[in-house]
């Protein structure tokens, strides 16, 4: 009964409850919490009136009906969040689209990433991405992946060079970033980015400077920095890397380069590929500062990517990389929001944990949020 009660309060939650019918944004007649066609098989008038008893009755049919769509065609377990997200969209979607959905395969699988990140496949009405969702598709996400197994199954290829000669160490992401929507945009605003009207990312190189790695040092080849994607009206932080995954002392621009490292500022980056899968890369050239004796700046196309990092490690010739298995839904969280804006290009502004701190505030202890960290306001 937990289950039914939480997968009942989120549809309800984005359904809202109407009495009377209106068009939705398919421009389909709807009544109640979001019925188009009633329990008998007619389709929902747009002069057509109900009680609040009679929009609960018609909503537990669909609900049974998505239940009864689960046990028949799931065969992996579920958690109560789970369910809960898979009823939502289920209600929202349709049983017929849910059978022959990519999200099912990927879950049948076994490939829980995969399914994950398949909820925002559904986050367009008449062809059109719709802003409600996005957000929809991304709070059945969150849910979904509450209590989802640590372990990716994605056996697929497109690591950088040195994912087969670099093993860096590793540290559980378990811990979400803690920062406000509201700083966030100070610093962006600070860079001359605008958040307030336009997709943005913020990166934080050495977030966990004092509780991963070690202390005090924004380490290499380890996740301990923070990305973090900013809209208008919403966020949502992930752990990260902005650093290569390891030292290559060089000199001049040619084949005796040293290694390079992203310098702190505002760049400009767009979606793109990454050897072949999507990512996010520049849009303009970047300056980086190369290890040498003593380090010095390059600027130019450099390919500094931001992608998803190795099986073993960070997996960065000098790219920006997140762990596998929040990959997915940081890159379908920034295309979905970027292709609705019709947004080009993004601004995306890398500062130091350092730049960021007050220097008379106490240092805070590791944060215990979830995993994906703050979700929509």
Known sequence: MEKINL?????KKWEGLMLT?????????????????YPDGHAVDIMDTCTQAQAEEWLLQEVNKAIATLDDVVEVSLSNSQFAALVSLIYNIGVDAFKGSVLLKKLNQ???EGAAVAFQHWNKADGEVVRGLINRRGEEEHYFRQDMPVASTDNSTG????????????????NGPRITHEEVIDILRQKGANPDTEVCLLGIRGYYLDSRGKYGENDRGIYDDALIW?????????????????????????????????KEGHWKYRM?????????????????IRDGNPDYEDTGWFGIN????GRYGTSSLGCHTLPRKTWGAFKALGYSQLQLREQKTFSYVLIHENERRNP?????????ADLLGNFWR
């Open 7 to 11: 997968a009942t309060a989120l549809i």
């Open 21 to 37: 019918a209106y068009y939705n944004v398919a421009h389909v007649p709807t009544i109640g919490y979001g019925t188009t066609v």
């Open 110 to 112: 076994g490939d829980y």
């Open 159 to 174: 690591d950088d060079d040195e994912n087969s000669k670099v093993v860096g160490k590793t540290y559980s992401e378990g």
């Open 230 to 262: 900013s809209f208008p009206d919403g966020f949502m932080t992930f752990v990260a890397n902005t650093d290569a995954s390891k030292k290559h002392k060089g000199y001049g621009t040619g084949r005796h380069k040293g290694m390079a490292n992203l």
């Open 272 to 288: 793109g590929y990454h050897k072949g899968y999507p990512a996010f890369t520049q849009a303009a050239p970047v300056t980086v």
């Open 306 to 309: 931001i992608h998803r990092g």
């Open 360 to 368: 008379d505030a106490p240092i805070l202890p590791p944060p215990d």
